[in-house]
C-alpha cells in the first residue's frame, strides 16, 4: 500500500525558534499534498494546499508567513513552523494525493507532535 | 462551502457486537466522495471505507459496511463483531469529484469505545 512518512515523529523546541517538518509520500508520485493541524480530541484542520513547483494555498485565518509550505518536488513537501511560540504546539498531519493501487486517494502520514517551550 | 456532521461525540459497544456511527453531510454538488477513516491512539489516519456518490450500491470492507442515503445525505458506518482494536476515532469525510486539489472536508468526530 502506498506510504506517507514525516519527519520528526515529534519535537520540542524553545519559544522563537524555527522548525521544519517532512513529509515525503515513498511509494508513489503525490499530485497534490495537504497539511492539516489537530489539537487533542478534535477534527482535522486544513492549513493548507500545495502542488508540486507551486504556491500553496492557505485556509482561511492560517498565516502564511508564519507557516512556510514547499513543496519542492512530487514526494516531498515541507511545513516551516517559523519563529514558534507556545500556542503553535499541536500535532501536525500531511497528507500526499497520487494514484497507487490503481485508485485517486489521499494517504495520511504519521503526523508530528511539536511542542513548543 | 460543504460541510459535515458527525452528531455522536463518543459512542460505546460491547465487544462482539455491531455499533452504527452516524455522519449527515450537506453539499449542491451531485458527484463526490465519502469516507470513513480511523484513527487509533497512534494517531495514525486509517481510511476505513471509501462510497462514490455516483454508486447506489453501499460499499462494504469486511466486518465495515455504509448505509448511504444520497437524498437525506447521510453516510452512517456500521462496525460488525465488534473487536477492542476498532476503538478509536472514527471521521465521516467529504470530497467533491474531479479536481486534484479538492481537499477533504472532516467531520467532528466521534470516539468509539470497544468494552470487553
Known amino acids: 500500500g502506498a506510504v506517507v512518512s514525516q519527519h520528526p515523529s515529534w519535537v520540542i523546541c524553545k519559544s522563537g525558534t524555527s522548525v521544519k517538518i517532512e513529509c515525503r509520500s515513498l511509494d508513489f508520485q503525490a499530485t497534490t499534498m495537504f497539511w492539516y493541524r489537530q489539537f487533542p480530541k478534535q477534527s482535522l484542520m486544513l492549513m493548507a494546499t500545495?502542488?508540486?513547483?507551486?504556491?500553496?494555498?492557505?485556509e482561511q485565518g492560517v498565516e502564511k508567513d508564519k507557516f512556510l509550505i514547499n513543496h519542492a518536488s512530487l514526494t516531498l513537501s515541507t511545513l516551516t513552523v517559523t519563529s514558534a511560540h507556545p500556542e503553535d504546539s499541536s500535532f501536525y498531519i500531511c497528507?500526499?494525493?497520487?494514484?497507487?493501487?490503481?485508485?485517486?486517494?489521499?494517504?495520511f502520514g504519521p503526523g508530528t507532535r511539536l511542542t513548543v517551550l | 462551502a460543504q460541510t459535515v456532521t458527525q452528531s455522536q461525540p463518543e459512542m460505546s459497544v460491547q465487544e462482539a457486537e455491531t455499533v452504527t456511527l452516524s455522519c449527515t453531510y450537506d453539499t449542491s454538488e451531485s458527484d463526490y466522495y465519502l469516507f470513513w477513516y480511523k484513527q487509533p491512539p497512534s494517531r495514525q489516519m486509517i481510511l476505513v471505507i471509501r462510497q462514490e456518490a455516483y454508486k447506489q450500491q453501499n460499499a462494504t470492507e469486511n466486518r465495515f459496511s455504509v448505509n448511504f442515503q444520497k437524498a437525506a445525505k447521510s453516510f452512517s458506518l456500521k462496525i460488525s463483531d465488534s473487536q477492542l482494536g476498532d476503538a478509536a476515532m472514527y471521521f465521516c469525510a467529504y470530497r467533491s469529484a474531479g479536481n486534484a486539489g479538492n481537499m477533504l472536508t472532516f467531520g467532528g468526530g466521534t470516539r468509539l469505545m470497544v468494552k470487553p
Open positions: 497528507s500526499a494525493r497520487g494514484l497507487a493501487g490503481g485508485r485517486d486517494e489521499q494517504f
Open positions: 500545495s502542488n508540486e513547483g507551486s504556491k500553496a494555498t492557505y
